[in-house]
């Protein structure tokens, strides 16, 4: 399996030995173990907000300190101002296709992001579960791709383009530290599932991946372009958002806050289960999260429709 991953990897320009990386029960579980095993109770982790739904918590269950820095184009000045003033142990990014915003760091960002990180000897943990999840050109390589010093650990799923129960993911860096996060693995749960590996590796090898990821995207891109539809059609008076180059969200906008909780209930009570923003970002009161990969494009023209309704009436009674 180590040795197919290490292959596979060359296609996104990452050169590491099977040796470098740790099979995991899903990229969680790389996040977990770094947490758990390589962070320092106390110590400050930076992040983008908003962040992945289990990120915080998990490096905040770990006993670390959390601190989240807003808008992508200032992140490298707001780095460099936090240092200036404390320590941080490291910078969580996920730089393509985010989740929840959708956003993509072109590759000046990239490479600015990794200068100020390195200069400032602060590693990086890159969570790259949606890469392959192109839906108009490949993005950018990797920030680990762009690595030189081995200072960034880096994260990958099968979750998102084969089986989110198969739960295989990966964690590739230095070889000492890889070492070290097996022996936490080895102690969590003594290594992850051989059938799903042997599936994993036969994913890879007999090249299936491949065909299927690209199904994956032709599917994904139609559903895309359905619900950039739906939303220009219900939305538009009252929210903002911006079209996704690939992965499964997009992050809308409110022109105003809406009255979040109260927006949940009346949604639920018609089917319709919300992402509000708060859940990535502690009191967001103006984002949803919609994913366009799961729910029929029939459900989605229903919520979507549904929720705007709601969304005006609440506001008018604001
Ligand atoms: C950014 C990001 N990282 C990691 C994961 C975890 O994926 P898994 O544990 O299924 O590999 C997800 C799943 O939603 C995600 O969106």
């Excluded at 197919?4 to 969680?28: E, W």
């Excluded at 985010?98 to 969570?127: F, K, M, V, Y």
């Excluded at 990535?280 to 919609?290: D, G, K, S, V």
Aim: glycine letters at 6%; aromatic letters at 10%.
């Amino acid at each position: 399996m180590r040795q197919q991953l290490s292959h596979f990897l060359k296609n996104r320009d990452i050169h590491v030995s099977p040796s470098a990386i740790l099979i995991t029960s899903g990229s969680l579980q790389a996040l977990q173990l770094i947490a758990g095993g390589l962070l320092a109770k106390g110590s400050t982790i930076l992040y983008e907000s908003p962040s992945y739904i289990q990120s915080v918590p998990v490096f905040e269950s770990a006993g670390t300190v959390t601190v989240g820095l807003t808008g992508k184009d200032a992140i490298t000045q707001q780095i460099h101002k936090h240092l200036r003033t404390s320590d941080a142990a490291l910078f969580y990014a996920n730089p393509t296709f985010h989740n929840p915003t959708g956003r993509i760091w072109d590759l000046a960002e990239r490479q600015q992001l990794l200068a100020t990180c390195q200069q400032l000897s602060l590693p990086i943990i890159e969570d790259d579960a949606y890469y392959d999840l192109w839906l108009d050109t490949p993005p950018p390589p990797p920030l680990k791709a762009l690595d030189s010093q081995g200072t960034v650990l880096y994260m990958g799923t099968f979750s998102k383009s084969m089986s989110p129960g198969l739960r295989i993911g990966w964690v590739a860096g230095p070889e000492p530290v890889i070492n070290r996060l097996a022996d936490s693995k080895m102690q969590t749960d003594y290594g992850a599932s051989s059938i799903s590996q042997y599936v994993a590796e036969q994913w890879l090898s007999t090249g299936i991946n491949v065909q299927v990821t690209e199904r994956i995207r032709s599917a994904l891109k139609e559903r895309r372009d359905k619900v950039l539809r739906y939303l220009d059609a219900y939305f538009t008076p009252i929210a903002t958002w911006e079209r996704p180059a690939g992965g499964f969200y997009i992050w809308l906008k409110m022109h105003q806050s809406i009255p979040i909780n109260t927006l949940f209930e009346k949604a639920f009570q018609q089917g319709i289960l919300l992402n509000p923003g708060q859940i990535y970002e502690r009191n967001n009161t103006q984002h949803l999260r919609i994913s366009y990969a799961y729910a029929s494009m029939d459900q989605m023209q229903y919520g979507l429709k549904k929720l705007a309704e709601f969304i005006r009436d609440l506001q008018k009674i604001l």
